[in-house]
C-alpha cells in the first residue's frame, strides 16, 4: 500500500494580520511546517500553532525562511553559507522552544519560500541547510522538492530525507517549480490539482509546464495554507488518494 503524509504551511500570521486557514487545515493535514518569525510568524502565533497540532495529533516542522517580512520570503538574496546555516539554526531553536515545551518530538524542517527554491539546485546552500539541521537535531527530516540538490545533501550528511511534491503548483521539465511569476504555474483548479496528486503518488508522474512527463517521487504534498482553496483541495486530495488505496500518514511513521 502507497502511504504520503499532506503537509501544509501554516502560522505565518504576525501581529495585527492574519494568513491563511490554520484552524480549519490543522485537522485535515498530517504533517505542518511553522513559521519560525523571519518569513512569517511571531511568537505568540508559533505558541497558538504549536498547541492547536498538539491537540489535532498533527506532526510538527519547522519553516526556516529567508528574513524577508515584506517580501514573505519570495524573494532570492544574496546569503553566505555561512549566513544561511546561521538563519536556520536560529529558526529551528525558536520553534524547538515551542515543541519541547509541550512535551513534542519535532518532526522535521522544510525550509520557505527562496530559501527552499534556491536550495533546490545551489549545492552550496543546499549544504550548509543539511549542516544546519544536523548540527542541532540529525533526528530530524529534512523535507524538501522531490529531485532536488537540498536532499541530495541532507542525504550525504546522514539525514533521512522526504521527497516533496506540490498539489497547486506546475513544473518545469527539470522537475523544479514554475517560478510565481509565470502565468499558470499556480493550479487553482480543484479537479486537476487532485488529479495530478494522485498520478504523483501512485505512478510517480507529473505532467511539466511544456506537456511533458517527467518522473518524481511524492512522500509528502503540499497544500499551501495561503492558498484561498486549500481546503477545497485538502478535502478533495484526502477522499481520492483513500480511494485509490493510498494511506494517509504523517512522516515520522514511515521516513
Known sequence: MHK???????GESFGAYAI?????LIGLVSSVNVACGMHAGDPVVMED???AAVASGTAVGAHPGFPDLMGFGRRNMSVTPAE???YVKYQIGALLAFTQSRGLKMQHVKPHGALYNMAATDGKLARAIAEAIVEVDG?????GLAGSRMLEEGWARGLKVASEVFADRAYMNDGTL???SFPGSIIHDKSLAIHRVVRMVVDGTVESMDGNEIEIKADSICVHGDNMQALDFVRGIREALIKNGVEIKN???FI
Not at 4 to 10: C, R
Not at 139 to 143: D, H, I
Open 178 to 180: 514554475v517560478p510565481r
Open 251 to 253: 512522516l515520522g511513521s
Open 84 to 86: 544561511a546555516k546561521a
Open 49 to 51: 500553532t504549536v498547541a
Open 4 to 10: 504520503v503524509d499532506i503537509n501544509s504551511d501554516l
Open 139 to 143: 533526528g530530524l527530516v529534512l523535507l
Open 20 to 24: 491563511g486557514n490554520d484552524r480549519e
